[in-house]
């Protein structure tokens, strides 16, 4: 498919998403959920694809929700905007391969937002983060009231969605938010080198590491641990992958993953 905002690259199995509005600092429109959510259905349907990279270009990562398409809505055209990014974010965070958020500059309101839906995140020095929609009477709505809380903890949550403060990407470092900060101009060099390294694991592995972790953190511990169990076993066996990745290792060699 042919996108108007988002430039896709795909390379050694990975797929480097840049968003393109720049004009805009890439704020999010409806045009970019529906393009996001295609993608996302793209990813899901070809094997090729081992891991994901989102960035924007310019300026910003994302400045957050289009507030030019927003002004006008009435209150249920309000909540039907939030539910419309925050499936979308949901269908990202849910995808089995790995989703990284490289952030290059803003990231305001939805394009925090967007960066919490991703399993983790490398930021530019220069990066800036910050959930302003208090500053235009308003709160997040794409579950950045969720998601905060959860990636980093509650005092940082309130303190950032009740400031408003743009915070520097040590300061996001320090609370969590990401877990690497690079040179600008090595952003996409150190991420692309993150992704590489992790596309070179277990691919199944992978995937169970995201699916466990995720689905865990919704349940009780003992529930958990017993899906955690599940999921390890499921990669023992003849022809599993644990079992290719332990042989190679006692034979001193490099695993084949087939
Ligand atoms: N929506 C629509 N347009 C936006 C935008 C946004 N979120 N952010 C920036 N733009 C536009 C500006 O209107 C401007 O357009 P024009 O050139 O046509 O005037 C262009 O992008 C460049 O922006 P600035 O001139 O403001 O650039 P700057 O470098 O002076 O400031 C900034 C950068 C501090 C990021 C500033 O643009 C800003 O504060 N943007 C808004 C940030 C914000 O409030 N985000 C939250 C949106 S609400 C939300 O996201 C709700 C939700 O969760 C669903």
Do not use: H
Not at 1 to 22: E, Q
Not at 191 to 208: C, M, R, W
């Amino acid at each position: 498919m042919d996108y108007k905002i988002l430039k896709t690259d795909l390379s050694d199995g990975i797929l480097t998403v840049t968003i393109s509005r720049p004009k805009a600092l890439n704020a999010l429109n409806t045009e970019f959920f529906n393009e996001m959510d295609a993608l996302i259905a793209e990813v899901k349907a070809n094997p090729e694809v081992k891991i994901m990279v989102i960035t924007g270009e310019g300026k910003a990562f994302v400045a957050g929700a289009d507030i030019a398409e927003m002004v006008n809505k009435n209150r249920e055209e309000g909540t039907a905007f939030s539910k419309l990014g925050q499936n979308t974010f949901r269908s990202l965070e849910l995808l089995d391969i790995p989703v990284i958020a490289a952030v290059n500059g803003f990231a305001l309101g939805g394009g925090m937002e967007l960066t919490m839906a991703c399993d983790f995140r490398i930021a530019s020095a220069k990066a800036k983060f910050g959930q302003p929609e208090v500053n235009l009477g308003l709160i997040p709505g794409y579950a950045g009231t969720q998601r905060l809380s959860r990636l980093t903890n509650m005092g940082n949550a309130l303190y950032l969605l009740m400031t408003a403060d743009m915070i520097g990407a040590e300061d996001a470092l320090r609370m969590g938010l990401v877990q690497k900060v690079t040179e600008p101009e090595t952003l996409m060099e150190e991420t692309l080198k993150i992704a590489k390294n992790i596309v070179s694991k277990g691919p199944q592995a992978v995937k169970k590491v995201k699916q466990v972790v995720r689905k865990g953190y919704e349940m009780s511990l003992d529930e958990g641990s017993a899906l955690e169990a599940e999921e390890f076993g499921s990669l023992f066996g003849e022809n599993s992958e644990g079992r290719e990745g332990m042989k190679a290792f006692l034979e001193k060699r490099k695993p084949e993953w087939g």
